[in-house]
């Protein structure tokens, strides 16, 4: 075991010497770039073979059986590609380190903080070695797709693609913003005394998810951005935190981007107070679907989504709606598309909140509950828009509906205008803020003593990742699990193979149907 730490950090080390001596060339005619250093050369070239989805299940042993699956010439470039995905990997758990610290690295995995290089690649060995071989498979199939191209091209008559066109071969570098005429406090954060968190998502057709992935990559390390960034063939969906400078920044080369400046505008993104800190680390990922609902977008395209409705057209058709005598016989249902715990701390007035824990069981959500359904108005919203695009697109598939409507940009772009309209409570958001504060309404209770109380924390028990509505009495008094099976199990020390089987065990999940049927008419 030792001595392949050693190979993995050797290979590293060199990896890392080779490329740093490397200069590379930059693309004319295209978005400037910044004078980067040595360090940022590699990060540069390494985020070329992309940052994609570490947990693909189909390369459960990527190191004993890939080799047999490559052609000869691909074969040559295991050892070369191996090397690459572990410097990647490494290189995305890089954060940034205030210039009045030290002059250095710092990595952040698995909730700790390495400081010097041999540790976080002691850890990525022996803790992420499956997610390392993983993304060695991706790299292979990167070159493979780059050689099959370069070859292609070859055979063609070589005619220059068009200047707002991108193609693999460009270096991640040509695509960063120039960051010369700010100082490291502003695009850092340390001479702002609140951050921003900007939202937002774009559906459109990316023939190269792989890389987008590494120039979003490069691109929110260049700026200090942390945050979670989902890409695929169906668009991309983000949530980055840092200074207003750096999401500024951000923002301008999303928008400036040939493949969104026709999908993108300014309006689409939401933004809230936050920063760098709302997020442990920077995650970047190629998947299947943007939003994960767990059906293919082959099967169910964005594209076939409901009727979109401004906040103001939105605000009056709830008006309408409240305004009826008995909204059960009414033809419209106000429909959340978010999870339980979302909608348990803020929701609209005369909703219909589905008690489900994933985005991925409303498809058998609507299944079950069909009927309820039938010659029905639907009025649907969620955080951002992002889960109703493909919610309607699946109810209107199902033929039942009368129309299905939703809210153009979420829940945040209707309380931008309407921050004492008819939703109450806080807005759920999934970063370490947990929710956002509106209005003064409290609509969710303490799980021990009933008392009015909306602000979420994380059950005590280690391997339980359920949220807690507990009250800052009850807190004290030692409550502060999300169930009694979890407060006794919190006072025992977890241990080997059973400290990440407890994740559904306790009372919270097990006492809930999966998938409720719900008693309306």
Known sequence: M??????????????????????LPHPANQMPSSNAPDEDGLETYVLKFSDLDLKESNLIHPSNSLKVELDGRTKKKYSFAKKKAFALFVKTKEVPVPSYEFKGNQWRCCQQLFADQTSIHRHVATQHAEDVYQQTASVLKQLTAALSASQSRASTDKESPPKDHLTPSHEVSAWLP?????SPNELSGQGDKEGEVLLY???????????????????????????????????????????????????EGMLSCPLFKDFLCEDDFKSSKGGAHCFPELRVGVFEEIVPMGISPRQVSYKNHGTH?????????????????????????????????????????????????????????????????????????????????RASAYLRAKGVCKEVFQLKGGIHKYLEEFPDGFYKGKL???????????????????????????????????????????????????????????????????????????KEECECTAQRPRIPQEQRA
């Open 2 to 23: 030792f001595r392949s730490l050693a190979l993995h950090s050797l290979s590293c080390f060199c990896l890392r010497r080779r490329l740093t001596e490397r200069s």
């Open 178 to 182: 120039d960051i010369s005429h700010f």
């Open 201 to 251: 998502y774009c559906y459109c057709d990316l023939e190269d998810p792989h890389w987008i992935c590494a120039w979003q990559t490069a691109l929110c390390h260049h700026l200090h951005l942390t945050g979670k960034i989902r890409i695929a063939t169906e668009g991309i969906n983000g949530t980055v935190g840092g200074s207003k400078v750096a999401t500024r920044l951000y923002m």
């Open 309 to 389: 409705l401004s906040p103001g057209e939105f605000h009056k058709e709830i008006e309408k709606l409240l305004s009826q005598a008995s909204q059960e016989q009414g033809d419209t249902i106000l429909l959340d598309c978010r999870n339980f715990y979302e909608s348990k701390i803020g929701r609209f007035q005369g909703c219909l909140a589905p008690d489900i824990r994933k985005f991925s069981y409303f498809p058998s959500y609507v299944d079950r509950n069909l009927d309820l359904f039938r010659q029905k108005r639907v009025l649907m919203y969620c955080t951002g828009g992002i889960r109703c695009e």
């Open 428 to 502: 759920f958001v999934f970063d370490e803020r947990f929710a956002l504060a509106y209005n003064s309404s409290v609509v969710s209770e303490c799980s021990y003593c009933g008392a009015p109380w909306d602000q979420y924390k994380l059950c005590s028990t280690p391997q339980c990742r359920q949220l807690v509505l507990t009250c800052s009495a009850c807190h004290g008094q030692g409550f502060t699990a999300c169930c009694v099976m979890c407060q006794d199990k919190g006072g025992e020390q977890a241990s080997g193979p059973t400290q990440g089987s407890f």
